[in-house]
Nanobody
Framework: QVQLVESGGGLVQAGGSLRLACAAS????????MAWFRQPPEKEREFVAG????????AYAESVKGRFIISRDNALNTVYLQMNSLKPEDTAVYYC???????????????????WGQGTQVTVSS
């Protein structure tokens, strides 16, 4: 069983930065794509960013391109999301997730991911 634990959320003013981290249990972390999703208030969960297991490929939602950076440290079993130039519309609960299938991706749809963290709240004030 894989456990994912997010940290780093909080309250920040528009234009500010936050760095989220997601620590994973298990020995096969480096074989799987990881992704960040978010769920704004009263909206559906949406893809934010993803990274392949070996870090060779990344993908971003159009709304965060140029502002957010996803990275991973396989030695620490951790994936990060550096969020810069934050906007009020970035306010959401942010979740990290691990793909169902090894050695592919990153994929863009929530159904492709089988393990999820508990979420961390990010609030951006205007």
């Amino acid at each position: 069983q894989v456990q994912l634990v997010e940290s780093g959320g909080g309250l920040v003013q528009a234009g500010g930065s936050l760095r989220l981290a997601c620590a994973a249990s298990g020995r096969t972390f480096g074989s799987y794509s990881m992704a960040w999703f978010r769920q704004p208030p009263e909206k559906e969960r949406e893809f934010v960013a993803g990274i392949k297991g070996n870090g060779s490929r990344t993908a971003y939602a159009e709304s965060v391109k140029g502002r957010f950076i996803i990275s991973r440290d396989n030695a620490l079993n951790t994936v990060y999301l550096q969020m810069n130039s934050l906007k009020p519309e970035d306010t959401a609960v942010y979740y990290c997730a691990r793909d169902r299938v090894a050695r592919i991706g990153p994929r863009l749809f929530a159904d492709d991911y089988s393990y999820w963290g508990q979420g961390t709240q990010v609030t951006v004030s205007s």
